[in-house]
């Protein structure tokens, strides 16, 4: 393990068998990618939560993170499926998001804390770049995007339930990028 990969692995707070095995800067698009695999050993059937074995790797994910300094940080993994006897073969939950979030818990609290600190959604997007706002905008598809809209706007900061990785939390940083495209 480089000290680069290390490094990240301590600021995301990774614990065995997560581990960074590649960190990717783009100067051009202004971004950095971190790669994240597992180690392998046993793992926790989401349904039941009995200890089972690795049946596969579903499909590479991503979830945005926070910017690392000005730069738009993306976390890629392929998340590992369990082999369970009782519930068969379902994808695990990683430590880093909420389940199909394509957020991490870190970039949903940092919304989270946007949004109350500015009291509502149009006064928080205030704070950011177009740019910021376009990267916003490409996290969410259009048709999730215009279900969410007519469901959650206006949403008033003050019902928001605590709690990271909740579905509450999560709703609420789409939400967020969702209210962005109104600004
Ligand atoms: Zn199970």
Redesign the pocket.
Known sequence: MSKLTEHYRLLLGLDAPWEVSEVSLSLEEKCVEIQLVHRGGAVT??????A?GIADHGPERTWRHLDTMQFETVLRARTPR?K?????V?TTTVPWAGKQSRFTLMFEAFAIEGLQACGNVKNAATLLTDEQKGQARKLISPNRAREEASEQAPHPIESLPHGRGSAAHTLAAHSFCVLLQRV
Do not use: F
């Open positions: 059937c989401p349904e039941c939560e009995a089972c369990t369970c006897k009782t519930c068969g379902k």
